[in-house]
C-alpha cells in the first residue's frame, strides 16, 4: 500500500523559513516524479514543484522559483520542499504527491497524494 506522508508544516512569519518533508513507501519509486502541490482556502490545488526521482531533474512554478527548493533523498524514500522568504500568498495545505509524469492540469499526471501539512505565513 503507497503512502505518501507530509510533515513539517506550521505558523512562519513573513520572509521566514520552513522545510517540509515527504515520507514515502509501498512501492519502488524509481521510475515516478515526485511533486509538491498547494491548495490555498478557496482556490484550487497548483503545482508547486517537481523531482525525478532517478535524474533529479527538477522544474517549480514561477511563483516559487528561485525561494523554494526540492530534493529528495534515495536512501530514505524522502522528498524535501524547502521554503525560504515566505509570504503571505504561501499559506496553502502543502500536499506530496507521486506519478510516473508531471502533466500541467489535475490531476496533474499524479498518482499518489498524501493528506496535507498546514502552512500559514503570517504577517
Known amino acids: 500500500q503507497v503512502q505518501l506522508v507530509e510533515s513539517g508544516g506550521g505558523l512562519v512569519q513573513v520572509g521566514g523559513s520552513l522545510r517540509l518533508s515527504c515520507a514515502a513507501s509501498?512501492?519502488?519509486?524509481?521510475?515516478?516524479?515526485m511533486g509538491w502541490f498547494r491548495q490555498a482556502p478557496g482556490k484550487e490545488r497548483e503545482f508547486v514543484a517537481s523531482?525525478?526521482?532517478?535524474?533529479?531533474?527538477?522544474y517549480y512554478a514561477d511563483s516559487v522559483k528561485g525561494r523554494f527548493t526540492i530534493s529528495r533523498d534515495n536512501a530514505k524514500n524522502m522528498v524535501y520542499l524547502q521554503m525560504n522568504s515566505l509570504k503571505p500568498e504561501d499559506t496553502a495545505v502543502y500536499y506530496c504527491?507521486?506519478?510516473?509524469?508531471?502533466?500541467?492540469?489535475?490531476?496533474?499526471?499524479?498518482?499518489?497524494w498524501g493528506k496535507g501539512t498546514l502552512v500559514t505565513v503570517s504577517s
Open positions: 523531482i525525478n526521482w532517478s535524474s533529479g531533474r527538477t
Open positions: 509501498g512501492r519502488t519509486f524509481s521510475k515516478y516524479v
Open positions: 504527491a507521486a506519478g510516473p509524469y508531471y502533466q500541467p492540469s489535475p490531476p496533474y499526471g499524479m498518482d499518489y
